[in-house]
């Protein structure tokens, strides 16, 4: 309780984002308040605006601006013939700023849950199969997380593009990332890297 | 860059929060976006709702929504006669929190820094002032920062409040905080810890 409800009522709303607990929070309204009101004031605008504008990409579900997103709308990358499904719009913002993919993405905003009531429609599976169906699919990158429910919605995606005439299905390399050191990785992950080894090239 | 320009910009006005880089501040978003659109819009609202209404109580200069603070309007505080000068607003609510004190407070509102150009002026030292004339202040508790701006500050602070009628002149007690382990504890501290020990009660 500080002297103002003002206050009071923003350290509370703060508290909504991820990581901000009650003394981050009003460690951020004291600096809001003390020297980037209106910084913090266009923040509001912004927070507002973004909630009202950003809709999902009625091609692939990213989020987006427009009815089309512009990774769709982008000639090239139809061409491509790539598909990536990934769990998030995070996910393709993780991929792009890796600047070699090319392709066309699909978010699925999460993985099969059924405990939690989240099963095809949830993920747009049904708009999926209708660009599987077009036939313009050439490739079908799946990128779901490396865990068991993600697994387990590449494995369900995989049999639905099965039925359509997608040219290869192909998965994403899980093993030990770069740059780590052998030690330092767990053992699933070092295991399920042995157990997938390549040959030499 | 997404493909979303409200998602671009909203990662990057996240960012005027301290302790919210580029990586937290995508994190927050895309959470905001997928679970809670309504109350980042209501965080939105109450940005530049606050920015908007919380200016400064015209006597302690504490954050508040009217033009005197609650602490002020207060009867009993005033009678009490005390009046506690500390550097930010933030430094109230963690007296308030400590329960203990009832009497009045000033908020400075940082320290004297004259190369940042923070003089008197900049504190509010004239409006203490005129509160030091009323006469009405029996005990001035000086609550600034053990640092060495903060002391100075308090220093200065002494000397204008002598030309007064002041009860008393007190400084919060500084030394080694409770429930420490004093091999834990900077030697600056312990030092001044050791010099300034009081006589067994």
Redesign the interface.
């Known amino acids: 309780?500080?002297?103002?409800?003002?206050?009071d009522?923003?350290i509370q709303?703060?508290q909504?984002?991820?990581?901000?607990g009650p003394r981050?929070a009003?460690?951020?309204?004291?600096?809001?308040?003390?020297r980037?009101?209106?910084?913090?004031?266009?923040?509001?605008?912004?927070?507002?605006?973004?909630?009202?504008?950003?809709q999902l990409?009625s091609c692939c579900r990213?989020?987006?601006?427009d009815e089309v997103?512009?990774?769709c709308s982008d000639p090239k990358r139809r061409e491509s013939g790539q598909l990536c499904v990934v769990e998030?719009?995070?996910d393709?913002?993780a991929i792009?700023q890796s600047q070699n993919y090319k392709g066309r993405y699909f978010v699925l905003?999460g993985h099969l849950s059924p405990i939690d009531g989240i099963g095809a429609n949830e993920l747009g599976l049904p708009l999926l199969d209708g660009i599987l169906a077009t036939g313009n699919v050439t490739e079908l990158i799946l990128a779901t997380n490396p865990t068991i429910e993600g697994d387990a919605t590449a494995a369900y995606i995989a049999q639905l593009a099965k039925r359509y005439e997608v040219g290869t299905i192909t998965k994403i390399a899980s093993g030990v990332p770069l740059g780590g050191a052998l030690d330092n990785i767990d053992q699933k992950t070092l295991l399920n890297a042995i157990a997938n080894r390549r040959p030499w090239e």
Do not use: F, W
């Open positions: 309780m500080s002297a103002s409800t003002h206050l009522r923003l709303a703060l909504i984002q991820p990581g901000v981050a009003a460690r951020i309204a004291y600096y809001l308040l003390g980037r009101r209106e910084d913090a004031q266009a923040l509001g605008q912004i927070l507002i605006d973004a909630m009202d504008k950003i990409c990213n989020y987006c601006d997103c512009a990774l998030s719009p995070a393709v913002a792009e905003h």
